[in-house]
């Protein structure tokens, strides 16, 4: 049995909460008026450096940064410790389902990850704010640290990025910063100037993990969609040698189970589901405040196959934490057996009497959509329909809706 990056993922976090849990001991917080930690304690402690991707934090941000950690913690490396931060709050990675995907793949277990949310590092970011205490940061994925960490007091010590260079933190060394496919193949490529013991190589469900955001960001590292480099392929080609799991049957099959992986919605709580690609404006006239949900791979059904529960509830409950006056969801899904195969539908719920009468009225009339009303609440407030014009997507919904609430005056004091 070969040895698992899982037991140094799991080491190094867990040696990770751990030494912040004795900074923070030491420097007496959450009490008012934080200390600096005395050398005394200090010296208990390793050096802690925090590895961060992207605010989009996408596939290549977190295999990057959590990659980056575990082949840091291989070298054995006894004066610091490299902590992967996930520039997300904590519920946010149920949003990419590819992500969890990954892991699941790969038996990383993800839940140990350390979120921005996470109170050990609001605690971390309340003593450097409070402390002065500073935050050394290895960059990758981007190379410009987002202003959300400047109470971190960051120091950037070193970026790996496949960006435009915003020409930020000039005394990062290294400062790699080269336009490849994926950022990850530029982990690969540092690791391998390591010049570790050559038979130390990169663990093979390590290097499926990292294969998994190089054929995603290269689009399975073909040349006709010109994001792949020869880095990339080179790259692909090393960690493919090195895969050893059963389930992985080459890159057409990994590159397609993850892309199908990225719209499964069906883990989702519908309040995620609701709000994965939501868009909020307020209409020009009559100021109210108009959000419309879209929610791909899901049909109005799933809310009961899924959640047992009918939608109105979650919807009401949505459209008053936004403080909406109309919610709209847009459903689309393919069914690979029927005809037509991709569908969609499209209902509301708004609280407003007036604004539902008219919509129930003008609606259907509408050629661009060619809704169809289905029969499934009887409650105020609601309608359901299948919209036949299936290329219709928000682009045209938006303006729709737009228009018809701003044809009624507003009744509600501006
Ligand atoms: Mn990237």
Redesign the pocket.
Known sequence: MYLKSASIFERLLKQGRDQLQKVLKASKLPLAGATLPDKASLSLTKEIYWVM??EAA?L??IV?SVSFAILKAHLNDSHSLTLPLINLPRDDINLRPEVLYVFEQCQLPHELLLFIDDPLVLEWEELTAKAGFKSNFILV?HNQLHSRFSDWNGVVKAIYD??VDEAAHPNANPRVIRPVG??TSLVVEWWKKQHVDPHQDILPDLALFMLA?ILI?TVNLKGEYGRVTDLDVEVAGILRSLIISASFKGDDMYFKSIDDAKVSVSHMTPNQLLRRDFKLWTTPISNRRLGIASIVNWALRDWVDFHSQSPESNMIKFASLHNLDLLVVMGSKQYPSKDPCFRRDLYFYTPDHIVSDHLAKELPQMSELGLIPTSISTQPGFAFYDQSVVSASRKVTFPIFRDLLDEIPASKPQ
């Open positions: 991707g992207n996408d290549d941000s990057s994925d496949h960006h994926s950022n955001p960001d």
